[in-house]
């Protein structure tokens, strides 16, 4: 499957965005999906996933509460709702796949997932 993230771009700190990660080449609806994001000399940090039936959604504590996963299975399509926005948010965010088939879970391990796309940037300003 290819994944491509869109949505990205320069925001005011408490301003929202909605990122998007289409994917194609594959049967979308059994990937268990997640964001993570990577800034510039850090390691890549999970942010969000949602299993392949939609039913469970996970959330890392930095974001929780502010940032909402989603999936629209009809136009193959895995969201990032984020809401009052930090600048330590600013990162690239890349969404990913895990192998299909597998039991609908979530995962926060980068281990855990098989296709990555490219990333969109999101930088917030403070």
């Known amino acids: 499957v290819q994944l491509q993230a869109s949505g990205g771009g320069l925001v005011q700190a408490g301003g929202s965005l909605r990122l998007s990660c289409a994917a194609s080449?594959?049967?979308?609806?059994?990937?268990?999906m997640a964001w993570f994001r990577q800034a510039p000399g850090q390691e890549r940090e999970f942010v969000a996933a949602?299993?392949?039936?939609?039913?469970?959604?996970y959330y890392a504590d930095s974001v929780k509460g502010r940032f909402t996963i989603s999936r629209g299975d009809a136009k193959n399509t895995v969201y990032l709702q984020m809401n009052s926005l930090k600048p330590e948010d600013t990162a690239v965010y890349l969404c990913?796949?895990?192998?299909?088939?597998?039991?609908?879970?979530?995962?926060?391990?980068?281990?855990?997932?098989?296709?990555w796309g490219q990333g969109t940037q999101v930088t917030v300003s403070s």
């Open positions: 990913a796949a895990d192998h299909p088939g597998t039991s609908p879970t979530v995962r926060r391990s980068v281990a855990a997932y098989d296709y």
């Open positions: 080449g594959g049967t979308f609806s059994s990937y268990n």
């Open positions: 949602i299993s392949w039936t939609g039913s469970t959604t």
